[in-house]
């Protein structure tokens, strides 16, 4: 048997592999503190569940991704503080993220998510670590799910023009 071939969880991380881990849990990091300013700017009830249930999410996979870091002797990223709460009313109107910029800019960080995961999915040989960003992938694409169907029952969603088929 070779150096990997045994229990993935014994085999030590190639570069890649530490190098992609770290930068997550760093990236994770502060979606969760922009997460949490969205939620001092958003009105919307919908959309304010959905934004902490990114913030519990995020949170959840930093912890499960830091356990990995420690357990093989990698430093972890600074954790930013957490952002304090704010009454939207104390906000003022010219300077709040509106409702649909903020799902705007959530759909792209579960996009970019989404290609992040599927990247440290291929450069692992660790199995134990594809499984884990498999699994990161699946809850990102279900709560996009989500989110594309907030912006589409608020009318939040701008389509690039729609090709209609001509039949003729």
């Avoid at 579960?110 to 499984?131: H, P």
């Amino acid at each position: 048997m070779g150096i990997l071939s045994g229990n993935p969880t014994d085999e030590p991380m190639h570069y890649g592999e530490v190098y992609s881990i770290w930068t997550a849990v760093n990236t994770m990091k502060g979606m969760v503190a922009g997460h949490q300013t969205f939620l001092n700017h958003a009105g919307d009830e919908d959309l304010r569940k959905l934004i902490e249930e990114a913030i519990q999410q995020g949170n959840q996979e930093i912890q499960e991704l830091e356990a990995l870091l420690k357990a093989n002797g990698v430093g972890l990223p600074p954790t930013p503080p957490d952002r304090p709460t704010a009454s939207l009313e104390d906000i003022p109107t010219g300077a709040r993220v509106q409702d649909p910029e903020i799902a705007a800019a959530m759909s792209m960080g579960v996009a970019a998510g989404l290609v992040a995961a599927s990247q440290v999915m291929g450069q692992s040989i660790r199995e134990d670590i594809a499984m884990m960003f498999g699994q990161i992938h699946t809850k990102k694409a279900a709560f996009g799910a989500k989110l594309l169907r907030l912006n589409k029952e608020k009318g939040w969603l701008v389509p690039p023009p729609l090709h209609q088929a001509h039949n003729g």
